[in-house]
């Protein structure tokens, strides 16, 4: 395209082509392009700019959102919007807040982003194809990086505002909001005025207004190298970005995490949070909730006086410091069992005796079944055995009869005990019965003092609906009608941390 060079948009072409080539926006079946305007200068630019580069066979989408803030504002800012979705044929969609108040003059800055960019993330999500540009420019990161630095940030909120974040693109951060003001007036093109930009309540009108022309005053210009510095902060997280745990890692599992502290610390806070983003992003791939990545680094950071346990990260997530390792947990809360049909596995081994077979657990570790025994070996007989084995023994002609009843579920408070066959919990000799007292998982589960996350993750076999056999816990597969008749087969816990079990079993 050959450009007039009184063309007050031709010296922003080059460099956002770049953006768009860097980010293979511009491949043939590409993604379907959409661009977030307020009616304000900066997205005003952006619109104009992804015109210019729209390749022919896409389509663009405008969005807008009413943040019910002001009604006469944003009415006039909604009409401006659907002038210019009318004049470049763009489909517009608009989005508005669920505030019932219409005029909402003190609204926090912090809510209304949140209201616009879950309207975004709402488009995105029913726009599988489409990725979103916003008009983010120079002088939005120089400021955000300046906020961030007395917010106590890390490396990551020095980089201020990302080029890129998943499906949202910010392609002028090359350009300056004077610069892009100047340009449109010289094209002729409207755009609107926010009159709150000099309102000094907002916290970005004040680090806009009152802080950075305090700092340029004794350093001339100094604030402008938060862009450089930006930049630099870009290149080092992404260097470090395929960090590798090694031995930094003690142990992982779906929503139990434990790594070495003393290595954690004396890695570079770069990555140290590239560290904490890549275990985070392993753990959402198990359907988690996460908690925000800066409590993690903060509370890791700084060494506590005493061991800390069951600091609040959010999200459900806690974390335990003892001596040297750190153990992020989250705790499942009880809507959160997941029941595991046994049935199927039963009945698979039991067509194919005498080969073991394999079933992963979806926290932690995996059951074994294997067999076929004469002999149950130390089958419970009266209830709850001194000492809970990490194998339960069913009898095969139990498990043809009922196998679709059995279960593997996890902690839930108001779960039932299998009942046992002694009602006195007394033996021959002087031993009680341990089995005889508690009722129900919880009431199980809070006699003995370990790590709620452990209790957590405990396998438990369910027949009916009532607990049957927790590893090294419970034990009342001898009080099953027809439990005595073999043969048998076992059904043993093997947990991917066994030092767990050691310690466990060897204080009953």
Request: aromatic fraction near 8%.
């Amino acid at each position: 395209m050959t450009l007039s060079l009184k063309d007050p948009f031709a010296p922003f072409d080059a460099p956002f082509r770049n953006f768009l080539l860097r980010h293979d926006l511009l491949v043939p079946d590409g993604p379907v392009w959409s661009v977030g305007v307020s009616g304000g200068g900066d997205s005003v630019l952006l619109l104009h700019l992804l015109l210019r580069h729209l390749p022919a066979s896409r389509s663009l989408d405008i969005l807008h959102f009413d943040h019910h803030t002001d009604p006469s504002k944003n009415a006039r800012d909604k009409e401006f919007v659907t002038s210019l979705a009318a004049r470049f044929c763009a489909r517009l969609v608009v989005g508005e807040s669920r505030s019932i108040e219409k005029h909402r003059p003190q609204v926090s800055e912090t809510l209304l982003r949140q209201e616009r960019q879950d309207f975004f993330n709402t488009y995105l999500a029913e726009n599988p194809h489409s990725v979103l540009f916003l008009g983010h420019q120079k002088d939005d990161r120089i400021e955000t990086v300046l906020a961030n630095l007395f917010r106590g940030t890390g490396p990551r909120g020095l980089v201020g505002i990302p080029e890129k974040n998943e499906k949202i693109y910010r392609p002028l951060l090359f350009l300056e909001r004077e610069e892009i003001r100047q340009a449109l007036r010289e094209a002729g093109e409207a755009f609107m005025e926010d009159p709150t930009n000099l309102d000094l309540g907002p916290l970005r009108n004040r680090v806009r207004l009152e802080l950075r022309p305090a700092i340029d005053r004794i350093f001339p210009g100094g604030t402008a190298h938060l862009d450089t510095l930006a930049h630099y902060m870009v290149r080092e997280i992404s260097s470090s970005a395929p960090l590798s745990a090694g031995s930094l890692l003690i142990f992982e599992d779906p929503g139990y995490v434990r790594l070495s502290l003393r290595l954690f610390r004396a890695l570079a806070p770069s990555r140290q949070g590239a560290l904490s983003r890549s275990i985070l992003d392993r753990q959402r791939q198990w359907k988690l909730p996460l908690p925000p990545e800066r409590n993690l680094l903060r509370t890791l950071a700084t060494p506590p006086s005493e061991p800390l346990r069951h600091f609040p990260l959010g999200a459900g997530w806690h974390l335990d410091i003892v001596s040297d390792h750190a153990d992020l947990v989250y705790l499942y809360p009880d809507t959160q069992n997941t029941n595991l049909p046994m049935g199927g596995h039963l009945l698979a081994w039991l067509r194919n005796e005498g080969n073991d077979l394999s079933v992963p657990l979806p926290r932690s570790g995996h059951l074994t079944i294997a067999g076929p025994s004469v002999s149950p070996g130390t089958f419970p007989s009266g209830g709850m055995p001194l000492r809970p084995s990490l194998s339960a023994r069913l009898s095969a002609e139990v498990v043809r009869e009922g196998a679709e009843d059995f279960e593997v579920t996890y902690r839930c408070k108001a779960l039932p005990l299998w009942p046992s066959r002694n009602p006195s919990g007394k033996t021959e000799g002087d031993a009680p019965v341990r089995g005889i007292g508690p009722r129900t998982v919880d009431q199980l589960l809070s006699r003995k003092p370990i790590p709620a996350a452990i209790k957590d993750r405990l396998p438990i076999l369910m027949f009916r609906g009532k607990a049957l056999w927790i590893p090294g816990w419970l034990d009342r597969t001898g009080d099953m009608p027809g439990a005595e008749k073999g043969p048998y087969l076992s059904i043993t816990f093997q947990s991917r941390e066994p030092s767990w079990w050691k310690k466990f079993l060897e204080n009953p």
